[in-house]
């Protein structure tokens, strides 16, 4: 039996660290992150395990904070775990990630 993947799109215009952070608390309600994939400092793609029935109830969630694409759900009550893939875009990124590094003595 395969598990079945579902594909969201989201977007925000809030800060990207603070986005993650918030994207990150809402998801640990329902699911688990299990894969992470960042593309420059204006995409995000998470990959998250959760029970069916809990689909809905993070859907809505994340709605309530940023945009989000249609979707529609039917399996309310079944623990059979689904993946979901959602990919984030930050409105406020630039396409040009940088990541400072701390000077080291030596």
Do not use: C
């Not at 993947?5 to 215009?13: C, S």
């Not at 029970?51 to 759900?73: H, R, S």
Request: hydrophobic letters at 40%; aromatic letters at 14%.
């Amino acid at each position: 039996m395969s598990t079945q993947t579902i594909f969201w799109k989201g977007y925000t215009h809030e800060e990207r660290h603070l986005a993650i952070a918030k994207i990150q608390g809402i998801i640990a309600k329902y699911g688990d992150i299990v894969d992470s994939t960042i593309f420059s400092d204006f995409s995000l793609t998470l990959k998250i395990e959760i029970a069916a029935f809990k689909i809905q109830p993070l859907y809505t969630e994340l709605k309530m904070f940023m945009g989000m694409n249609p979707f529609e759900w039917s399996y309310t009550n079944s623990i059979k775990e689904i993946i979901v893939f959602l990919s984030t875009t930050f409105s406020k990124g630039t396409g040009n990630l940088t990541v400072s590094t701390p000077a080291v003595p030596g």
